[in-house]
């Protein structure tokens, strides 16, 4: 009579239940071929020139409809090693595409206008722009602009030379989030406005420091914002070489300088390192715009126009002439 079987052990059910070796790397194999389609690259590649001529024509963001992909220091889109989705904007993509020009990486930036966005909505991880899609071959994303920032810094080199040097980034980064960025809400809020520095007095900015002002408080916007520039001046007073942190360009000057050349246009304030008392502002601007791949960026056709509130229609600047 054949001795009954022994039941297995619950160790030996999980063995069992484990996929083989070439189960494995079927199922990596699919899962790489799904993150390949992520990256949609059958969307057809436009030109700098042509993105640019289109947007013009579009008036506004609201009414662009383009769906298409540029291609930066790579020959075609399938061989970016980073894909930056967003918006036909500036706004919150513009310091990332500082660190990945600044690099030099081979990257595609997907252009999805504002009517092509419902299509896209649901593909991003919290239907939320920009996105660097599938970074790692296996179709995960990183969304959120602070999160793309720290991954790049992290990439590229752009975060600091040693566990201080990352810490003391991180750090002025917060600080730069928080003040001129008004806590990651808009670009021209409570905390910090190109446009109210405009009509900036003597007295908004000879205010007190920031260090020494309350949260609550009842200062003007240009006050504030001259305070927030402020902080950032005196780093750069301390450290005498057109750096916030070491010796390199870290994703906080770049931060600092996308701020800076922003408030230098024509229709802001130009004058700002004397208006506002803020010289060495100015040398850092002036600094790390000669970097070649910064300079050769601000004078491409491949950055976006910028665009004026609050109606987002675009607009000529520096370099981006209306065609």
């Not at 194999?29 to 389609?37: D, G, L, Y």
């Not at 008392?277 to 050769?296: K, Y």
């Amino acid at each position: 009579m054949r001795a009954s079987r022994r039941a297995p052990t619950p160790r030996a059910a999980r063995r069992a239940s484990r996929p083989r070796a070439t189960e494995k790397r079927a199922h990596t194999r699919v899962r790489r071929v799904a993150a390949r389609a992520k990256r949609d690259d059958s969307l057809a590649e436009i030109t700098p020139e042509a993105l640019k001529k289109q947007l013009f024509a579009s008036k506004d963001l609201w009414s662009t409809d383009v769906h298409a992909v540029m291609c930066r220091h790579c020959d075609g889109a399938n061989a970016a090693k980073y894909w930056l989705q967003y918006m036909p904007m500036r706004n919150r993509a513009e310091v990332i595409r500082l660190m990945l020009e600044l690099a030099q990486a081979p990257h595609a930036v997907e252009v999805v206008g504002y009517l092509a966005w419902p299509k896209v909505k649901p593909t991003t991880p919290f239907g939320k722009t920009p996105s660097l899609v599938d970074i790692d071959g296996c179709a995960n994303d990183v969304s959120h602009e602070t999160a793309i920032i720290r991954y790049l810094g992290r990439e590229l080199g752009l975060d600091g030379k040693n566990s201080f040097e990352q810490a003391r980034v991180d750090e002025l980064f917060m600080q730069y989030w928080f003040t001129i960025r008004n806590g990651g809400s808009t670009h021209d809020g409570q905390l910090y406005s190109a446009r109210a520095l405009k009509d900036a007095t003597r007295e908004d900015v000879e205010c007190a420091r920031f260090q020494e002002t309350h949260r609550v408080n009842d200062l003007s916007v240009p006050a504030r914002s001259a305070q927030a520039l402020r902080v950032f001046e005196e780093i750069l007073e301390r450290n005498g070489n057109s750096r916030l942190v070491g010796e390199s360009l870290t994703y906080v000057d770049l931060a600092l300088f996308e701020t800076l050349f922003e408030l230098a246009e024509e229709d802001l304030v130009p004058d700002f390192a004397t208006r506002l008392d803020l010289p060495r502002c100015g040398e850092f601007l002036t600094a790390v715009a000669r970097e070649p791949p910064i300079d050769r960026y601000l004078k491409s056709a491949t950055r976006i126009p910028r665009y004026e509130r609050p109606t987002y229609s675009y607009i000529g600047g520096r370099y981006c002439a209306v065609p």
